[in-house]
């Protein structure tokens, strides 16, 4: 069976410090007991052993305990292709010259002719800014397709035998919402930008065998509850990566639970099904259908009302403004959840403009449609999210991860109104805690200290005014999450009727230095009251 204590076993947890995140702090239960995956008392440990005789008391002595993390937006089928591609991460590769060598040994092991594909290729951190070219790709992999997904996933890079597996020429037009970069002289220089890479090069590669991609999923769990998260939310599921989160489940291989976000194109088989938000489990649910309005922040193609700096690029829209008004009208009356990746304030406004008018022709309170992302907002952008009750899913540690590139995209004025935690939380309107792994570090502690602190790598402050307390953090990454999924009502929390998702930290997030959040060490992960992770062990 997938993670959680068997039906009807009672157990009781303790710890030196405990945060239930209750709403109410004082004279908080030092303890709670279980039953099965589920929460049913709290009280001191002397009073539960009273209700329940016999039950085994699990003490982590001085450490911290929380909620289980959720975040509510990154991608894990996806991610179980790409952790067999080439590890490309800024972390793993600091040059040009290593990145190549990596492709070509890959290669060297791959039989002529099949696809090698490189993931988290970061062209700020790992080639100085200057982009890969196709030329590089044909010297390192001269008789392979090659493919290279930029770290935002809204780019990527072909070299010649790549463009000629996908049937691109220079002659090739760029279908809606996508882009081709050329050279000087007008040929494909092997850059493809959103709707390009998407409609045109992911759907042509081979994908993985469904064994090689379940396995990946479980090693992608284990990273994932390394770091104390317990749940996510698949913010792009497509049919294949949906047969392989509901194998993983039938065989009782699923130790995360999952908000499932299904991709826009599977919306006439939602509609012919009648199927819609909510369907599921506590594992495996479907939480809304996701649809994108622009690009990338970190790719700099995100859709802005002001060009970027030194530039007179507004970015790009990806779904044409009377598609997208389709597609928000026609979720929204089937009762399902909108969720729709949107950037830029430009963005932002048509996707606004599309729920409103959704909403005017249908009314549905407490619809939660969701602004995934939600970088760029103003004052008069924050007024309307909340008049349409809707809730946003900002990126948690793209300051910290992503800081360097950022001013030269946006500017410092700019960047006092991105990622706007403080902002919207000010103005009542719920926000979750999103990583967008792979595009972003999926730890949670990292993403609280960017939260926090609001600086970059090398320390410089971007936008300090959007800086929000320990406890906001914590509180996007457990109940804001919970919230952003309609799941407030059994995640988020420690109190009865709650599910024993928790995690054992080694100090207390709220106590902490801001600037040491990032080093707190997780001690051990459970969901429904089963251990999925104990740091020293195996």
């Known amino acids: 069976m997938a993670a959680g204590a068997l ?9 030196g410090t405990v945060h239930p995140l209750t709403g109410t702090q004082a004279g908080t239960p030092p303890a709670f007991a279980t039953l099965g995956e589920w929460i049913v008392a709290t009280g001191t440990v002397a009073r539960l052993r009273e209700m329940f005789p016999g039950a085994p008391v699990h003490d982590f002595g001085r450490r911290v305990l ?3 993390f959720n975040d509510a937006h990154q991608h894990p089928s996806m991610i179980a292709g790409q952790l067999l591609d080439v590890d490309l991460s800024p972390e793993r590769v600091g040059s040009r010259d290593q990145l190549l060598d990596l492709l070509r040994e890959r290669a060297e092991a ?3 002719g099949e696809w090698v594909q490189g993931s988290r290729y970061d062209h700020t951190k790992t080639t100085g800014g200057v982009v890969l070219t196709r030329a590089e790709l044909d010297g390192a992999c001269p008789d392979h397709p090659v493919y290279v997904r930029q770290i935002g996933m809204h780019w990527g890079v072909l070299n010649s035998a790549g463009l000629r597996a996908v049937n691109l020429t220079d002659a090739s037009e760029p279908p809606a919402g996508g882009e081709f970069g050329r050279d000087a002289a007008g040929q494909l220089n092997g850059v493809m930008y959103e709707r390009a890479m998407h409609d045109l090069v992911e759907v042509a590669i081979p994908p993985p065998s469904p064994e090689h991609e379940l396995a990946a999923l479980g090693r992608y769990q284990g990273m994932m509850h390394a770091a104390g998260i317990t749940s996510v939310g698949d913010a792009l599921v497509l049919p294949r990566g949906l047969r392989v989160l509901q194998e993983a489940h039938a065989r009782g291989e699923l130790t995360l639970r999952v908000n499932m976000l299904l991709a826009y194109p599977v919306l006439d088989s939602l509609e012919a099904l009648g199927l819609r938000t909510g369907l599921g489990d506590t594992w495996l649910r ?5 649809a994108f309005v622009d690009g990338a922040i970190a790719g700099g193609t995100c859709l802005l009302e002001a060009p970027y ?7 790009i829209q990806a779904m044409p403004t009377e598609e997208l008004n389709e597609f928000v009208r026609r979720v929204h009356d089937a009762g399902s959840t909108v969720c729709v990746h949107a950037n830029g304030d430009r963005a932002i406004r048509l996707l606004l403009d599309a729920v409103e008018a959704a909403q005017r022709a249908n009314p549905r309170p407490g619809a939660r449609h969701r602004i995934e992302h939600c970088s760029v907002v103003d004052a008069e952008i924050l007024k309307r999210i909340r008049a349409s009750d809707m809730v946003a899913v900002p990126f948690g540690s793209y300051v910290a991860f992503h800081g360097e590139k950022l001013p030269g995209y946006y500017g410092m004025d700019r960047l006092e109104r991105m990622f706007a935690h403080r902002d919207l939380l000010d103005a009542g309107i719920p926000v979750a805690g999103s990583s967008d792994f792979p595009c972003g570090p999926y730890e949670v502690l990292l993403a609280m200290r960017s939260c926090v602190t609001r600086r970059a790598g090398d320390g410089t402050e971007l936008g300090a005014n959007q800086r929000i307390t320990a406890a906001e953090a914590l509180a996007l990454y457990t109940t804001g999450s ?11 929390r420690l109190a009865p009727g709650m599910l024993a998702d928790f995690v054992v930290l080694e100090r207390d997030p709220l106590t902490t230095a801001p600037e040491e959040l990032a080093e707190i060490d997780v001690a051990q992960t459970w969901v429904g009251a089963t251990p999925v992770y104990q740091a020293g062990a195996g």
């Open 66 to 68: 929380v909620p289980g």
């Open 309 to 315: 700096e030194g530039s007179c690029s507004h970015g």
């Open 482 to 492: 919970a919230f952003a999924s309609g799941e407030e009502h059994h995640k988020g």
């Open 286 to 290: 479907i939480g809304g259908v996701k």
């Open 7 to 15: 039906p009807g076993t009672a157990q009781i947890f303790t710890a």
């Open 110 to 112: 791959t039989p002529a």
